[in-house]
């Protein structure tokens, strides 16, 4: 019997053979749930379908069709996780060159007057938890193959100092976002911070946290401290969890409230930073009961099958940010009347991804 990964995962390469045409991070977390079934079952169809997609993008020369460097996104740098593996897999140098053009971006990305990136150029002096899981850990990969151990430093600072500025300290959880200049028209003008806690902005969270541990050093200095939030993170997420499913809702702190759902996304992600933090011996013998109860809970509350046998994850959220043209203002209103969606990638590749690590358990 084919397990949940590995479904979804042939689900996916069915129904979209070659990605949607843009340089987008949604890609990155698809490819990476995706390269885990592969690692898993050691059939080179999943890392076909990996290189047949990103090969779309990346030219001859190493150069990246779609990516423009000056827009300074931090979103464009996800991708780069895939290409490192592809690099590594088969020595082809040109997925090192596009990877490296990444990594350019990297050095002249602006930041906050503490050395945290910008989510976006055009988001000046903003830090949104997003950001985390789109640049720490292929910031932190590429510095394991090519850099010098002192750039490790750079990376673990982004995790500690966006966890001071975004924790609220009465819950332990986070604020999707915090303007360093407290004008922006979404933030509390006293602590810069956005008005609410959103489900899949937390789940970037812990995602990046567990992924970049995988990079940072044994002996770096700052590696227990980055596990310890993890844990005060995950403790927190506890205390909103819902607790007849074991999942989580869109805005997480207002499951009560009218309008307010259990999002699939945000769910699958943290269940994934669970799990794998079991594995890899970050989080206490507790929570292995906990991972199961969610993971049954997205299976019975999110998954359906096709009469094609094709898997489906219903009740995500295709996309929340703050700002922009549309004048996101990150008011609860706001997170639950953003469209609802099926087999978006970023709920699809966090299942699959969840799923592989819950099949370890």
Known sequence: MKSWSVKMADSIMKRNPIVKDVWAYEHGIIFKGIELVWKKT???????????????????????????INEYNIDFLNNGKVLLTLYKENGDERYKKAASLLRKQIDNHPRTSEGIFWHKKIYPYQVWLDGLYMGAPFYAQYIKEFGVSSEFDDVTKQFLISYKHTKDTKTGLLYHAWDETKEIFWCNKETGLSKNFWGRSMG??????????????????????????????????????????????????????KGNYLEAS???????????????????????????????????????ITGEGMVNLNKICAVAGLGGKSMRDGTFEYYINEPIVTNDGKGVGAFILASAEMEDL
């Not at 819902?242 to 702190?253: F, R």
């Not at 794998?276 to 929570?287: D, E, I, M, P």
């Open 42 to 68: 050691g059939d080179v169809k999943y890392l076909d379908y990996i290189k047949r997609n990103m090969d779309v993008f990346v030219d001859q020369e190493g150069s990246i069709r779609k990516y423009l």
């Open 204 to 257: 970037w969270f812990v995602m990046a946290i567990v992924d970049v541990l995988d990079y940072i050093p044994e002996d770096h200095r700052d590696r227990k401290r980055i596990i310890q939030i993890l844990n005060e993170t995950l403790e927190a997420l506890l205390n909103v969890q819902d607790e007849k499913t074991g999942l989580w809702y869109q805005v997480l702190d207002q499951g009560d409230r």
């Open 266 to 304: 945000a769910s699958c992600m943290i269940l994934y930073a669970m799990a794998k933090g079991v594995r890899l011996g970050y989080l206490t013998q507790s929570w292995p009961e906990i991972a199961r109860k969610t993971y049954q809970g997205v299976i019975n509350e999110f998954v359906t």
